[in-house]
């Protein structure tokens, strides 16, 4: 069974902190996707990253693809209550081509 | 380009009813995915369509199934509405296998 684990489940911060959320596999990413949910609405892409070592920035997110193309990290800096979400990172395998989402990083950004 | 679209955004039935959901995909891409969201369940996957054939199917009863359209639409129906069957219906289209998905707005099926 291939999946992917996301971590932490859930995040309370306050806003301007800074913090890192993780999508990790045992088994190697073709491409991975992140999206940003908000309650009742559909997920929107964020970012797909290809490369092993890739870095990709969309303003104050900061998205990393691992070497091994088995793991991906979002960083935000200087949080703010619109970040507030939940960050699904979903992964197409190598050998399937079918895409398998992570149960999702609840963020909740306070004023 | 128009994203995704689902209609109803909202729909309340009672147990025992059915009901159906469409989707209408990004222009030009191929595949539709369903998925129903539930707070304690997050995303499952229901069944994708590729140019009208079903290519995969996840593990739901038979109650739930779904087609696709020349024109890539699809729709969902769910038979004998089930409490349980409460969620946020998700649909996502692609240009296929290995590539991204782009999510619609979801329709929240409440059912009493």
């Known amino acids: 069974t291939q999946l992917l684990e996301q971590s932490p489940q859930f995040l309370s911060i306050q806003e301007g902190e800074n913090l890192t959320v993780y999508c990790n596999s045992s088994s190697v990413f073709s491409s991975l996707q992140w999206y940003r949910q908000e309650p009742g609405e559909g997920p929107v892409l964020l970012v797909t990253v290809v490369t092993g070592g890739e870095v990709k920035k969309l303003k104050r997110l900061t998205f990393q693809f691992g070497d091994a193309r088995k793991d991906s990290s979002l960083h935000i800096t200087a949080a703010q209550p619109g970040d507030t979400g939940l960050y699904l990172c979903?992964?197409?395998?190598?050998?399937?081509?079918?895409?398998?989402f992570g149960d999702g990083t609840t963020l909740t950004v306070k004023p | 380009k128009a994203g995704v679209t689902q209609t109803p955004r909202y729909l309340i039935k009672t147990r025992g009813q059915q009901v159906t959901l469409s989707c209408s995909p990004i222009s030009g891409h191929r595949s539709v995915s369903w998925y129903q969201q539930t707070p304690g369940q997050g995303l499952q996957f229901l069944f994708e369509?590729?140019?009208?054939?079903?290519?995969n199917k996840g593990n739901f009863p038979g109650r739930f199934s779904g087609r696709q359209f020349s024109n890539s639409r699809s729709e969902m129906n769910v038979s004998t509405l089930e409490l349980g069957d409460s969620a946020l219906y998700l649909c996502a289209s692609s240009f296929g296998e290995g590539y991204e998905q782009y999510f619609g707005p979801g329709t929240r099926l409440t059912v009493t």
């Open positions: 369509y590729f140019s009208e054939t079903q290519r």
């Open positions: 979903a992964g197409i395998f190598k050998n399937a081509g079918k895409s398998t």
